[in-house]
């Protein structure tokens, strides 16, 4: 499968942002879909996953109750909804996918992983 991350920009703190990951190829619906994020000299870092029906969903402690996750699968294509922005969102956002089982966080549990999208928080 291959996977294309879009929807990042510029946005002031508080804001919101809706990023997508469309995926191309087969079997998008059996697969665990995962947002991380990279800021620049540090770590990529996990975000949310979502199970492959969309049933259930899991987040950092930094972004939970700000951020959510979806996907359409009939579209094959999932969705990160940012609301509250921070400065510390500020980071390139990667859409990944994998058939594992549900609630990876670790990014080697991924083997699919889109370009990344820029999102930059500021005032």
């Known amino acids: 499968v291959q996977l294309q991350a879009s929807g990042g920009g510029l946005a002031q703190p508080g804001d919101s942002l809706r990023l997508s990951c469309r995926a191309s190829?087969?079997?998008?619906?059996?697969?665990?879909m995962g947002w991380f994020r990279q800021a620049p000299g540090k770590e990529r870092e996990f975000v949310a996953t979502?199970?492959?029906?969309?049933?259930?969903?899991k987040y950092s402690d930094s972004v939970k109750g700000r951020f959510t996750i979806s996907r359409d699968n009939a579209k094959r294509t999932g969705y990160l909804q940012m609301n509250s922005l921070e400065p510390e969102d500020t980071a390139v956002y990667y859409c990944?996918?994998?058939?594992?089982?549900?609630?990876?966080?670790?990014?080697?549990?991924?083997?699919?992983w889109g370009q990344g999208t820029q999102v930059t928080v500021s005032s």
């Open positions: 990944a996918a994998q058939s594992i089982p549900p609630y990876a966080t670790a990014s080697s549990s991924y083997g699919y």
């Open positions: 190829g087969h079997s998008f619906s059996a697969y665990t």
């Open positions: 979502i199970t492959s029906s969309g049933s259930s969903t």
